[in-house]
């Protein structure tokens, strides 16, 4: 199994136009599931079938001297995280910026958090 490392990730949020300087990034991909179990089931076991598919996501970034642009709270546009510049494994798709904590310390670099809610599908290639 081949391991891939984090040196090279970047980061893409087009309404922005920003290439992040990402510190860490994560993507949160889940499925709804629904039990279908009939209370005269004889098996013993649950059923479950699957439902809705979502996904969030959430990346660390060097705070940007033009900031991150609080304007665009709300608005949708692609969002693309990728594991290496030289064409790592990417997750892409349209996400809602959702908001943002940025802070900084004495003895460090101004950082941000930025949050993202996925709408629609999420794209691995």
Known sequence: MAAMHGKGGTGVWTAT???????SWSVNATSDV?????MAATSGAKIYLAG???WT???EV????GGVGLDKLGDTSTLT????ADGGLAYAGTAFFMGCSPSSDKDGISTVTLNFQGSGTLGEA
């Open 52 to 54: 809705f598919k979502s």
């Open 81 to 84: 995280f990728d594991t290496a």
């Open 17 to 23: 136009g920003i290439t992040f300087e990402i510190l």
């Open 62 to 65: 060097l705070l940007p001297q």
């Open 34 to 38: 629904a039990e279908s179990t009939a």
């Open 57 to 59: 996501a959430t990346a």
